[in-house]
């Protein structure tokens, strides 16, 4: 079973590079963008069938490693 | 004292701050390697600064949930003295053992350079040696140095008189102008609840000999050594 993750920033949460991203995005001529956020996206390959076992040895390990609760936010997709 | 500084792959000033402590201290301290997971018996331990795991992931993210680490969190509880710098700050809030993360400078650039600091606090054992609103000067190095935490935790901090070092300017001033890294309420360092645990991104560890150009950083040092004497 794969488990897409996607970590983002917390709403109200500055982040630099997002603001950097848009910048450089106004300046190819890409108006019109408004807030960029910058994220991480992670696959993992689990060894489970069971998805809602999968879900929440997901759940626990984007708690402990893969964000950062305190500003950061994260969502789940499992696939197969 | 007895003193150990942690050695992750990666860390590069974990012999800066064993030189500043053979210093102070007169006796040279444990370099524990990260595999290790038991500590001796500790006055204080030290997690440096450098690059710990190549900050995969976030910085100090991986170092925080090495072997070590958990001695390292065992020994905090019992009340050993834990002194994170730079990376190692990274690390303590990553482990929990301090509050808010440490976030990619608002700038987006590597500053390396010397920063003014005032003493937040001259209550704890790390900051004793100091006077409490003393300007000092203090290198800084970092790229991940942007002290964010929620205001409400913020407002602990300070009502818990636990901030140990913020950013100003020559004169003591704390202004924006004078924040390199875009930290919240221009914090440096911040001490834990107990107040036994100081994480701070400044290196104390590279100021601490006239030959290095100034000694506004062994204060931290001596005021351990005389904390446990």
Same mark, same amino acid.
């Given at each position: 079973?794969?488990?897409?993750?996607?970590?983002?920033?917390?709403?109200?949460?500055?982040?630099?590079?997002?603001?950097?991203?848009?910048?450089?995005?106004?300046?190819?001529?890409?108006?019109?963008?408004?807030?960029?956020?910058?994220?991480?996206?992670?696959?993992?390959? /689990?060894?489970?069938?069971?998805?809602?076992?999968?879900?929440?040895?997901?759940?626990?390990?984007?708690?402990?490693?893969?964000?950062?609760?305190? /500003?950061?936010?994260?969502? /789940?997709?499992?696939?197969? | 004292?007895?003193?150990?500084?942690?050695?992750?792959?990666?860390?590069?000033?974990?012999?800066?701050?064993?030189?500043?402590?053979?210093?102070?201290?007169?006796?040279?301290?444990?370099?524990?390697?990260?595999?290790?997971?038991?500590?001796?018996?500790?006055?204080?331990?030290?997690?440096?600064?450098?690059?710990?795991?190549?900050?995969?992931?976030?910085?100090?993210?991986?170092?925080?949930?090495?072997?070590?680490?958990?001695?390292?969190?065992?020994?905090?509880?019992?009340?050993?003295?834990?002194?994170?710098?730079?990376?190692?700050?990274?690390?303590?809030?990553?482990?929990?053992?301090?509050?808010?993360?440490?976030?990619?400078?608002?700038?987006?650039?590597?500053?390396?350079?010397?920063?003014?600091?005032?003493?937040?606090?001259?209550?704890?054992?790390?900051?004793?040696?100091?006077?409490?609103?003393?300007?000092?000067?203090?290198?800084?190095?970092?790229?991940?140095?942007?002290?964010?935490?929620?205001?409400?935790?913020?407002?602990?901090?300070?009502?818990?008189?636990?901030?140990?070092?913020?950013?100003?300017?020559?004169?003591?001033?704390?202004?924006?102008?004078?924040?390199?890294?875009?930290?919240?309420?221009?914090?440096?360092?911040?001490?834990?609840?107990?107040?036994?645990?100081?994480?701070?991104?400044?290196?104390?560890?590279?100021?601490?000999?006239?030959?290095?150009?100034?000694?506004?950083?062994?204060?931290?040092?001596?005021?351990?050594?005389?904390?446990?004497?």
């Amino acid at each position: 079973m794969k488990a897409k993750v996607h970590v983002t920033l917390k709403q109200g949460v500055l982040d630099p590079q997002g603001k950097a991203v848009h910048h450089a995005l106004t300046a190819l001529g890409f108006t019109g963008v408004g807030e960029v956020r910058q994220g991480k996206y992670i696959e993992l390959d /689990i060894a489970e069938t069971d998805a809602a076992k999968a879900k929440l040895a997901v759940e626990d390990m984007c708690k402990k490693l893969l964000a950062n609760t305190v /500003i950061e936010n994260y969502a /789940i997709d499992l696939e197969g | 004292m007895k003193a150990a500084v942690i050695v992750f792959p990666g860390s590069n000033c974990d012999r800066d701050a064993a030189v500043a402590l053979e210093h102070v201290t007169g006796r040279k301290p444990l370099m524990i390697w990260h595999r290790n997971d038991a500590l001796p018996d500790l006055d204080l331990i030290v997690v440096p600064g450098g690059f710990s795991y190549g900050d995969y992931l976030r910085s100090g993210a991986m170092a925080a949930n090495s072997p070590i680490m958990a001695a390292v969190k065992a020994k905090a509880a019992k009340g050993v003295r834990v002194l994170g710098i730079c990376n190692g700050f990274q690390v303590l809030t990553e482990t929990g053992l301090l509050p808010g993360v440490l976030m990619r400078n608002r700038d987006l650039k590597f500053i390396c350079r010397d920063a003014w600091l005032k003493v937040g606090t001259a209550r704890s054992d790390f900051t004793a040696g100091y006077a409490t609103g003393r300007t000092i000067r203090i290198p800084v190095a970092h790229h991940d140095g942007n002290y964010f935490a929620e205001p409400a935790v913020l407002d602990q901090l300070e009502d818990d008189d636990r901030i140990a070092f913020r950013y100003c300017d020559e004169t003591g001033a704390i202004t924006a102008a004078a924040n390199p890294n875009g930290s919240q309420r221009n914090i440096a360092g911040v001490l834990n609840e107990s107040r036994t645990v100081l994480g701070m991104m400044p290196h104390p560890e590279r100021l601490a000999d006239p030959l290095l150009g100034g000694t506004d950083g062994a204060p931290t040092f001596q005021s351990l050594l005389e904390a446990v004497a």
